[in-house]
């Protein structure tokens, strides 16, 4: 499957600001990927999907001026939490979608403080 | 998408045989089912996935029921790497989406 980096590992940032988390699509050139998060103990939630050159689609009771989401290449997406409160904290994780399935990145954990 | 029934959590000895049991009673016949596996505080990985025949790969067998509506991933010889959550989900055709369920927690004990 596609070889999928992400970036950073974990933040730390003071609520109020606004935090971008990248995820790169290193041998594929996706048109789509996949962004989710997950909090401790749970199960991954899947907050939207990114389509490169047009709007991403967002799962219902996610906040699409709150989370904004850029996939202006096939090989990039970004995630951006604006003003960041604490509830915000999560891990938040990327996908893109190859021939032979999904991959996953390695996870971006943000800690709002 | 068809949801999904696992058991919360599994134990199983090293090096035996982990058989993790999944149940997708409303599943349709274009819809497939795929395995992945998350270890602590990394991205899921990809197991295993078939749409009714049963598969096997390096890391584990899917053996789906004739009815479709349940289905088994094996670990042969499973080893204290293998503990994870462990979730099955089913996907559609027609979506590139894949939605999460709770997953079960398998783990490997010396």
């Known amino acids: 499957g596609a070889v999928v980096s992400q970036h950073p590992s974990w933040v730390i940032c003071k609520s109020g600001t606004s935090v971008k988390i990248e995820c790169r699509s290193l041998d594929f050139q996706a048109t789509t990927m996949f962004w989710y998060r997950q909090f401790p103990k749970q199960s991954l939630m899947l907050m939207a999907t990114?389509?490169?050159?047009?709007?991403?689609?967002?799962e219902q009771g996610v906040e699409k001026d709150k989370f904004l989401i850029n996939h202006a290449s096939l090989t990039l997406s970004t995630l951006t939490v604006t003003s960041a409160h604490p509830e915000d904290s999560s891990f938040y994780i990327c996908?893109?979608?190859?021939?032979?399935?999904?991959?996953f990145g390695s996870g971006t954990r943000l800690t709002v403080v | 998408d068809a949801k999904t029934t696992q058991p919360p959590s599994m134990d199983c000895a090293e090096g035996r045989a982990a058989n993790l049991p999944c149940n997708h009673s409303t599943i349709s016949g274009n819809e497939y089912v795929y395995w992945y596996r998350q270890i602590h505080s990394q991205g899921p990985q990809y197991i295993i996935h078939?749409?009714?025949n049963n598969e096997t790969n390096e890391m584990a067998s899917l053996i789906i029921t004739e009815d479709r509506k349940s289905s088994t991933l094996i670990l042969p010889h499973a080893t204290l790497r293998d503990t994870a959550v462990y979730y099955c989900i089913v996907r559609g055709f027609n979506t590139d989406k894949l939605i999460f369920g709770t997953g079960t927690r398998l783990q490997v004990f010396p």
């Open positions: 078939g749409l009714k």
């Open positions: 990114s389509n490169e050159g047009s709007k991403a689609t967002y």
């Open positions: 996908s893109v979608y190859d021939n032979y399935g999904y991959t």
